[in-house]
């Protein structure tokens, strides 16, 4: 991908596939929610039990966690960590990274095990990885999204909401 | 990296405050935090040490409402200055869009200044960005200072700014140039997407 490109567009129906397939990977696994971040912590799909209000907070802790993780493995002269997990007393937390790009998050309960989910998330980041790269391979032009008057009303919107 | 999601209809930036330790970072979050309507923004999050000092970052969500149909919002971080969280840094930046330099006016800082600077520039290039354009915005802070204890602005700009970047003069605690700073990243940011 361009590392230049300064939006990611995730068209409709690829959403619609990764929706799919995190559901599954929630149903399949017993576990109470699935996060896909971007990495930069932006939440790009939530799938789970509907009663999370921080999903948000939730999503820059996490990429901030993976992002710090992969700082510790540099000094370890490994290239990254591919999975982080964490261990809550009533829920725990598995994270995986796709492709440098995207980080899969699973929150389970006690009454899962983590090797299940180790091994359904493996074959998740797989079909994911695949979207993916749709994704990175079809971004369309920014203006054929948001349309080209999208800036000044942004512009707009900011002047009249920023103020002292 | 701005992420468009069209099935949703939404749009998230982040931006990120940069700049040496105790430079004001975390007081401009604090005073936008304050001052967004409260519909507007989410909780600030803080991961400090116990004296208050950032030990990760600081995070805080606007959310700017619809905008031509789309809900757009804009994720505001905060880095730790200190010299010993360089990494912790280069994970922060992480996927931004943008950067707000909070540049610390005194005198005793500017050494600070030029290196922070220049971290941010090493770390931007190791990210594939291109500094010439990248959305940069400077703020001078703490010009509430003596004036014998501070840089003046074209001393400031002859060491920092030779890019010529947008640059506001600040009081962060009380909020001066703080909207301003936020306003010119946003749209910064916003006509590069």
Request: aromatic share 8%; hydrophobic share 40%; glycine share 6%.
């Amino acid at each position: 991908m361009d590392p230049q490109l300064t939006s990611q567009i995730v068209p409709s129906e690829e959403t619609a596939r990764i929706e799919e397939c995190m559901a599954r990977l929630v149903e399949d696994t017993g576990g109470n929610y699935a996060l896909l971040l971007d990495k930069s912590g932006q939440v790009i799909a939530a799938q789970g039990d509907g009663n999370r209000q921080d999903i948000t907070a939730l999503g820059a802790l996490i990429a901030g966690t993976f992002a710090s993780s992969r700082e510790v493995a540099k000094l370890l002269r490994e290239k990254d960590f591919r999975m982080l997990f964490q261990q809550g007393v009533r829920e725990n937390i598995f994270i995986a990274l796709i492709e440098e790009q995207w980080i899969l998050t699973i929150i389970f309960n006690k009454g899962t095990h983590i090797g299940l989910v180790k091994v359904l998330a493996k074959k998740a980041t797989d079909e994911l990885a695949v979207v993916l790269d749709r994704v990175r391979q079809a971004h369309k032009q920014r203006d054929e999204v948001l349309g080209s008057s999208f800036r000044t009303s942004m512009e707009d919107t900011i002047d009249l909401l920023f103020r002292d | 990296m701005a992420l468009i999601n069209v099935a949703s209809r939404e749009i998230h930036c982040k931006i990120v405050y940069y700049g040496p330790g105790m430079g004001g970072k975390t007081s401009n979050l604090q005073y936008i935090h304050k001052q967004v309507p409260k519909e507007a923004r989410g909780d600030l999050l803080s991961i400090a040490t116990e004296t208050e000092r950032t030990l990760f970052f600081d995070f805080l969500p606007l959310d700017l409402g619809k905008v031509r149909n789309f809900q757009t919002r804009f994720h505001l971080y905060t880095v730790p200055g200190q010299v010993l969280y360089e990494r912790t840094r280069t994970a922060v930046l992480n996927g931004a869009d943008g950067v707000v330099f909070v540049a610390d006016s005194q005198r005793s800082k500017l050494e600070e200044n030029v290196d922070s600077l220049r971290e941010l520039a090493r770390k931007l290039k190791e990210q594939n960005r291109r500094i010439g354009d990248f959305p940069i915005v400077l703020q001078y802070n703490k010009r509430d200072l003596p004036e014998n204890q501070i840089n003046s602005i074209p001393d400031l700009d002859r060491y920092l700014n030779s890019p010529n970047w947008p640059r506001y003069e600040a009081v962060a605690p009380i909020g001066v140039g703080v909207i301003d700073t936020l306003k010119a990243i946003s749209k910064l940011v916003i006509s590069k997407l």
